[in-house]
Structure formats: structure tokens, C-alpha cells
């Protein structure tokens, strides 16, 4: 008896055994080309772009305007080039007169010297009363020997927006500048770069709320070795960031509120998809990938039919708000565009994948057209996705944040720097503008 049950357990074992080889060979096939895990999880195998082969041969194309960088005409130093003597004869060339044949222009760049500037508090006597009076010293100068605010910015400028950490930052303004600091120091000033753009912060929230769209993401960050998750909210115009413990609806309402009345543009994170919007946009781009791996491995017809339908709607919609096109015919493809999704959801697969990937567009079908009916709405979260970039590349070179207070000042201090930039100024720039008050929004 005992060795039957042993012989029925085996065989147990090894069904069950069978069959989680077979669910994990499923799993196994997939990267980050056909799901939506990241590229760093890929093991051996060279990771596929979405991108269709186009007909064009590679480099520039026909009526692409080439750049070159232009002589200047007031050069910083000429240095004339005189023959010394004929090249024919021998002559001795050096008294004869010549004219500029030609013209070569080197840039290049002085390598930076720190400036001291010291201010003298000057004591006079009145010559009435016999009182002392002592000038005042300008309101940023505090010690009898400090920082002065370009260095600040440069240091802020290296620290956030390049990701250099405290240690490196403080070695590369002792070999550039000469100048020796300590850690304390460096984090002395982005704390005072934190503090003043905290209004800046706000407003940037409130601008983006009188925009027509949205985008919106979320990625980890590691906080004292715990998980944190740097939230973003951004469009073409601002970045808002966001660092917090959690990753819930209510991270959304204590940034974005529960008043707006534009399009947010996500994936289908629950928190996202629980947002208070006027309406919502689901990430097309996020169904490619787990479409392309259900069409390869369960030759899913229905995964087939909604990819092509998904990448015919992108394309449309940007041919439909073109000048030309007819706002009624514009219109009815619109409608045909709804009424074709509503046929292709008439008919689920029967695939296992397929029918997950099924069952999440039935729940936001809703949110899977929005961007048709307009012309500058996109179709992707893109925009979220390259802003949350940051906090990867930031992870890779400077490692974990020291605490949470680090993690908030970051993400208020990048919200300014890459607001900045959208709008046409530089990151160094836009550092200095913190240290001298001169940080304002288009």
C-alpha cells in the first residue's frame, strides 16, 4: 500500500511539474520586445524595435537641410599666418606686404578660473554730530568668506540635472575651479535651491492644469534601501515630479487634485486609471508589445486585428486634422474608427493571452479613442515615460537617495530644471536663475 501511494505521489509531482515548466516556458518567451517588462530583464537575446522598416535608405533625406557651424565675424584673437620665405626662389618674405587669402576659425574654451570679489564695508564720521556710519554690506553676502551664487548654480546644475553625486560633484569643482568643498556644503545649497523653487513647484502643478492634456507615469526610486516611486505629470509645456512612499490614488489627488477637466494620458495602473480627469487617454504603445508577443506565440487573429487597428487610428488621426481635410468628413471617419473597435470587440479570441489583452481594452474602451478627436492629444504616454527617465539614470550613476527629504527635494528642484528647458532655457540657466531670483513660467 505504502508503495502505490509513493508511485500516485510521484505521478502527482510530476504533472504538477510538467505543467509549471509549461507555464513558465510561456513566460519565458517574453522581453522587453513583446511585453512591457523593462530591456533590463532581458537575458541573451538582442531586443526588437516596433518600428516598421521603412523604404527610405539610411541617413539624410531628400530636402533635409544640413547644419554646419559658421565663421564668426569678431573672433576673440587673429593670428596671421605669413610665409616666411618663396617657396619658388627663396626669397626672404618677411618685409613684403601680403593680403588674406583665406580664414580658419578654432572654438575653443578658456578652462575657468574662480573670480574674487571683496567688499569693503566702508566707516565714515559724520562731520556734524561726530557718529560713526558703517556701509552696508549686499544682502547675499553673510560671512567673511562664501560661495557666491554662479558656483552654486553649477553645483546644483552637476548634482540634479547631470545626476553626479556628492562626492564627485565635490571632486570635479576642486579640479575645475579650484575651489575645495565638502559634502555639507553641496548639500547646503540644493537645500536653498529647494527652498526657493517650492512656489515655482506649485505653479507649475497649476499650469499644467489649464492644459488640454496630461501625461502621467510613475517609476521606483530607492529611498534608505526601501521602494519610493518618483511620480510624474507633464506635457510639451511643463514637468511636475513627485517623490512618495506610496503608489495609490492618493498620491494623484495630493498633486493633480480631483478638479481636472483635460485628458490625462497613462497606462493601466489602477491608481492612474482612478483618476479624476475630464477624460482619459489609454497608452497605445503599451498594448503593442503584449499584442506583438500574443500574435507570435498563440497566433492570436483578434490580437492581429486590434494592433493593425491601433496603429490605422495613429495614423489617421494626424491625416483628419490636417488644413485640408473636412470637418464632416472628419467627423464620419471618427465615428468609423468607433463603430469598426465595437466590431472587433464583438468577436474575443479564445487564446489565454489573447483574451487578457481582450479583457483590458473591454474595460477601457472608452479611453482607447479619445486622442482622435483631437489634434494634438497624444496616443502614447512617451512623454511620461522619457520625464520618469531621469530617475533610472539618476539610480544608475548616483545610487539610492539618502533619505525621503533628498527624494522630495530632487523631484522639486528637476520639476524647475525641465520645465525650464521645455521652455527654451538652458539647465544651467535655469540653475542660476534659482540662486538669483529670476525663475518665472510662460
Known amino acids: 500500500m505504502e508503495l502505490k501511494a ?20 510561456k513566460y519565458e518567451k517574453q522581453d522587453s520586445s513583446n511585453s512591457n517588462q523593462p530591456p533590463s530583464t532581458d537575458r541573451f537575446k538582442k531586443n526588437q524595435s516596433l518600428r516598421t522598416q521603412s523604404r527610405n535608405k539610411s541617413g539624410g533625406q531628400n530636402g533635409h537641410k544640413g547644419t554646419t557651424r559658421l565663421q564668426t565675424k569678431n573672433p576673440d584673437e587673429v593670428i596671421q599666418c ?21 580664414v580658419r576659425q578654432e572654438f575653443d ?7 574674487v570679489v571683496e567688499y569693503q564695508q566702508i566707516e565714515k564720521v559724520c562731520p556734524v554730530c561726530s557718529s560713526k556710519n558703517k556701509g552696508d554690506f549686499p544682502k547675499q553676502i553673510r560671512a567673511p568668506v562664501q560661495i557666491g551664487n554662479n558656483t552654486r548654480a553649477l553645483i546644483t546644475y552637476l548634482h540634479v540635472s547631470h545626476k553626479i553625486p556628492f562626492n564627485r560633484t565635490k571632486e570635479v569643482i576642486a579640479d575645475l575651479l579650484g575651489l575645495e568643498i565638502n559634502e555639507g556644503t553641496v548639500e547646503n545649497f540644493l537645500e536653498k535651491a529647494f527652498e526657493e523653487t517650492k512656489q515655482i513647484h506649485s505653479e507649475i502643478m497649476q499650469k499644467l492644469k489649464t492644459c488640454k492634456y496630461i501625461n502621467s507615469d510613475e517609476t521606483g526610486i530607492r529611498v534608505e534601501k526601501k521602494n519610493y516611486q518618483l511620480w510624474t505629470w507633464c506635457n510639451k509645456f511643463y514637468s511636475y515630479y513627485a517623490a512618495d512612499k506610496r503608489r495609490s490614488t492618493a498620491v494623484i489627488e495630493e498633486n493633480l487634485g480631483t478638479d481636472y477637466q483635460g485628458i490625462i494620458i497613462h497606462d493601466c495602473h489602477s491608481a492612474q486609471n482612478n483618476t479624476k480627469a475630464g477624460s482619459h487617454q489609454q497608452c497605445l504603445v503599451h498594448f503593442d508589445r503584449p499584442l506583438k508577443y500574443v500574435i507570435q506565440e498563440e497566433n492570436c487573429y483578434w490580437s492581429q486585428s486590434f494592433y493593425h487597428f491601433s496603429l490605422s487610428a495613429r495614423k489617421v488621426r494626424d491625416q483628419i486634422w490636417q488644413e485640408d481635410c473636412d470637418p464632416e468628413a472628419r467627423s464620419k471617419i471618427i465615428e468609423a474608427f468607433h463603430k469598426a473597435l465595437d466590431q472587433i470587440m464583438k468577436a474575443p479570441p479564445n487564446q489565454e493571452e489573447g483574451m487578457k489583452l481582450y479583457t483590458r481594452v473591454l474595460k477601457h474602451r472608452d479611453s482607447i479613442l479619445t486622442f482622435m478627436d483631437h489634434p494634438d492629444v497624444p496616443a502614447d504616454n512617451n512623454g511620461a515615460e522619457r520625464a520618469i527617465r531621469n530617475a533610472k539614470i539618476r539610480q544608475k550613476v548616483s545610487g539610492c537617495f539618502r533619505n525621503s527629504d533628498a527624494a522630495k527635494r530632487y523631484a522639486v528642484i528637476l520639476s524647475w530644471l525641465e520645465t525650464a528647458k521645455k521652455q527654451g532655457e538652458s539647465a544651467l540657466e535655469a540653475c542660476k536663475a534659482i540662486f538669483f531670483g529670476q525663475m518665472k513660467l510662460i
Open 109 to 115: 574654451v578658456e578652462l575657468p578660473e574662480p573670480k
Open 82 to 102: 605669413h610665409p616666411e620665405k618663396c617657396s619658388n626662389c627663396e626669397t626672404d618674405l618677411v618685409f613684403v606686404k601680403g593680403k588674406v587669402s583665406s
Open 6 to 25: 509513493l508511485i500516485k505521489r510521484i505521478e502527482a509531482l510530476e504533472a504538477e511539474n510538467a505543467e509549471l515548466k509549461a507555464r513558465l516556458a
